[in-house]
């Protein structure tokens, strides 16, 4: 495999233009496709909008930067490119036949990845000369910050396929989450989606105001989860036996009617999966060395959300009378 | 109303300790009552604990510190007590009884709040002579550090014991998020509720590990949580039209199978609620405002996450061979 010099974005919407930008910053150039008119002068804008953040998450010295170009045929861009990146339109029939036209013209090294927040990579394949070379490679919105990417291998995507998508995400600056086989919405969104399905129920139900949901999130559980899933937390809740105890102390066959997302069926794999799972993430690490480390953690984000006045910093700088601040 | 001068802690697990902290560090005095061997001994281990995060939290010039008694007789602190705090073991009729107790004792304008995460407060005080004080105050783990508590009235609740309850909590440095009405499990643990349920899922279909799991929240969806909800979130996904544009392209009949929830039938009202609701939230400021304003807040969280060696902040210390850092 030649190194990845030019990117080929096909699709420049919140999530090609994020493309864009993460990779023109890191000296990547990009030639890019979208039938929308003037999408060309709105790409241009998202980028120069990206572009000081990047360079202040990266540090001021940052200086490096690919060139931006733009075309008006697909199949130029699919020639010109190391590596293609869609980002269409999240329609199946469309991004199928994309695929097919993309995998015509394309040298047979160059990976083809879509964004796609959901489908089969299996289906995207179906109609590729060179499917081994097709993967997901699923972003998050903005793609420029949030390192994730989530790759996901259709049937006949090849091994190889999966190790160079790891290594140019990684080159790009990614965590990149592998995932063993393919399921529709992957795993991030999956949860999203739960999240968001119960927080339409409660809207619907009128127990709460959009803005009240998303309270309950940014004071409490979300600031967990900028550094920590929810197994880990659920294992700094168990305390010193962590996982293992939370699960000794929880009824399986409890079913609380907290959600109408029905409960999974239990089983000692269930079991052992999750205390496996969580001890291998501990580390070595104690329930009382992580939680030390989780306070330090909250407490830093929550000085920049004071700075910003936002969230879990309003109530800060509101102070209380007995702190006097 | 009296000043609330001491406030009784039943129960000093986690969460019971969690409020011995956030009281004892502004200045309010705790008498506390467990009947588990050794409780007091490990509820000052804990406070110690709890205490230097505080401070840093608070600032480092913060020196009011309230008294810690300790009693074994749990009437005795319902008649010591300007407020209580109920944690004990998450068992209904053990709340039940001991709700009863204390409303027998405590005066009639103490508030006796349960540190429930889900049962309804119509229950608890069903038992209680004066039920118009009982009510929910649902707090999160570190309840020291994380700032919302979601306070929850009965049937009998009084509108004057919201109010109290609320500006109580506030003195307390928290954000209160005041329900209309009763609801098992309240908003945030039904939302983390179903995030768990499906992330169970995910283990049990073998598709990921606890820490993939994990990965794939700190390192997208929960960095943004920190500061900002599902509807926000949202909101900026719809590009400037906000959450209207995003309702416009969104197809509420395509129930995707990406989660076993079932989606919410759809209305009209849903709609409204939706748009209003995030066009409140977004209190005059246009999408790209709202963009850069989070991009800020992002980077500022992986800085301190860099700092710290965590979740996205290991990506950025790894730094990319292009970026040289």
Not at 238 to 249: A, I, N, S, V
Request: charged share 25%; glycine share 8%; aromatic share 8%.
């Amino acid at each position: 495999m030649s190194a990845v010099r030019t990117v080929g974005i096909v699709g420049t919407g919140v999530i090609g233009a994020g493309w864009a930008a993460r990779f023109l910053v890191r000296g990547i150039d990009v030639i890019a496709f979208d039938p929308a008119d003037g999408a060309e002068e709105a790409l241009r804008k998202k980028v120069a909008t990206a572009w000081p953040s990047m360079l202040r998450l990266l540090g001021e010295d940052h200086v490096e930067a690919g060139k931006l170009s733009f075309t008006s045929d697909v199949r130029e861009l699919a020639q010109a490119s190391d590596w293609i990146q869609e980002a269409a339109p999240e329609r199946e029939d469309l991004k199928i036949r994309l695929f097919k036209e993309l995998d015509e013209v394309a040298r047979p090294d160059v990976i083809i990845a879509s964004s796609s927040s959901g489908y089969l990579p299996s289906r995207l394949q179906m109609e590729c000369r060179h499917p081994g070379r097709v993967i997901i490679g699923h972003p998050f919105n903005p793609v420029y910050l949030l390192p994730l990417v989530e790759i996901v291998p259709g049937d006949k995507t090849t091994d190889e396929t999966m190790e160079r998508a790891t290594r140019f995400y990684e080159s790009a600056g990614m965590h990149v989450l592998r995932l063993k086989k393919e399921i529709d919405g992957y795993i991030c969104d999956r949860l999203q989606e739960a999240l968001w399905r119960e927080a339409l129920h409660l809207i619907k139900k009128d127990v709460a105001t959009t803005g009240e949901i998303d309270d309950s999130i940014a004071y409490s559980a979300g600031l967990r989860w900028a550094f920590m899933g929810p197994f880990l937390t659920f294992h700094l809740a168990g305390g010193e036996g962590g996982m293992r105890h939370f699960l000794d102390q929880f009824d399986p066959e409890m079913d609380l009617p907290w959600t109408d997302l029905p409960f999974p069926e239990w089983s000692d794999e269930m079991s052992s999966r999750l205390i496996e799972g969580c001890e291998k993430q501990a580390a070595g690490r104690s329930v009382s060395e992580w939680e030390a480390k989780r306070n330090e953690v909250l407490v830093d984000i929550m000085h920049v959300l004071e700075k910003h006045g936002i969230g879990a910093g309003t109530v800060l700088s509101r102070g209380t009378a007995v702190t006097g601040r």
